[in-house]
T-cell receptor
Framework: DTGVSQDPRHKITKRGQNVTFRCDPI?????LYWYRQTLGQGPEFLTY????????KSRLLSDRFSAERPKGSFSTLEIQRTEQGDSAMYLC??????????????FGPGTRLTVT | EDKVVQSPLSLVVHEGDTVTLNCSYE??????LLWYKQEKKAPTFLFML????IEKKSGRLSSILDKKELFSILNITATQTGDSAVYLC??????????????FGKGTKLSVKP
């Protein structure tokens, strides 16, 4: 257990439905990242936050995806109008940036999404 | 094109063997290279490497970075069945400041047989 938690752990949804995932980072970490991982591949970067500000978004993050971190603590990732290609493990990670030094990222257990 | 390439993609060894996993990268704005171990869940952090030639060690695992030749190796000595996992290499890019975007390789699947 790294201290990063994600909810739910598993989600099965029908195509076209909206889903929302939550990530609670390690409490003192000011950076929060979202990744997507499909079978046999390494994780792909989606987006990251520094406190409540979303600083970077991957081209993989289509308009159907939105992420928030309203108070600089937990974050949510919403996928609208899900498609079967969205089926994947969604990983959250957090890290600390202090005085310009970026420390290592710790990953949560992931949310496995299956779109039927 | 793949920016982080790991080899081999899979490896089967017997307990007690020593293994070397490779990671080469091609990244313009390199900041650091990280190794993770992933079993049937999220990746677990192993090492972060930022300087060439300095070996990092944790028990039977060690890793070193060569920034001139753009690669890193992860060594595991006296392997145990509990070492069976996918080992991921990730390179952190930066565009000024401390961005922290990780680019992962596809991983090396290590199977250790008793």
């Amino acid at each position: 257990d790294t201290g990063v938690s994600q909810d739910p752990r598993h989600k099965i949804t029908k195509r076209g439905q909206n889903v929302t995932f939550r990530c609670d980072p390690i409490s003192e970490h000011n950076r929060l990242y979202w990744y997507r991982q499909t079978l046999g591949q390494g994780p792909e970067f989606l987006t990251y936050f520094q406190n409540e500000a979303q600083l970077e978004k991957s081209r993989l993050l289509s308009d159907r995806f939105s992420a928030e971190r309203p108070k600089g603590s937990f974050s949510t990732l919403e996928i609208q109008r899900t498609e079967q290609g969205d089926s994947a493990m969604y990983l959250c990670a957090s890290s600390l940036v202090l005085a310009g030094v970026l420390y290592e990222q710790y990953f949560g257990p992931g949310t496995r999404l299956t779109v039927t | 094109e793949d920016k982080v390439v790991q080899s081999p993609l899979s490896l089967v060894v017997h307990e007690g063997d020593t293994v070397t996993l490779n990671c080469s990268y091609e990244v313009t704005n390199f900041r650091s290279l990280l190794w993770y171990k992933q079993e049937k869940k999220a990746p677990t952090f192993l090492f972060m490497l930022t300087s060439s030639g300095i070996e990092k060690k944790s028990g039977r695992l060690s890793s070193i970075l060569d920034k001139k030749e753009l690669f890193s190796i992860l060594n595991i000595t006296a392997t145990q069945t509990g070492d069976s996992a996918v080992y991921l290499c990730a390179v952190e890019e930066t565009y000024g400041g401390s961005q922290g975007n990780l680019i992962f390789g596809k991983g090396t699947k290590l199977s250790v047989k008793p």
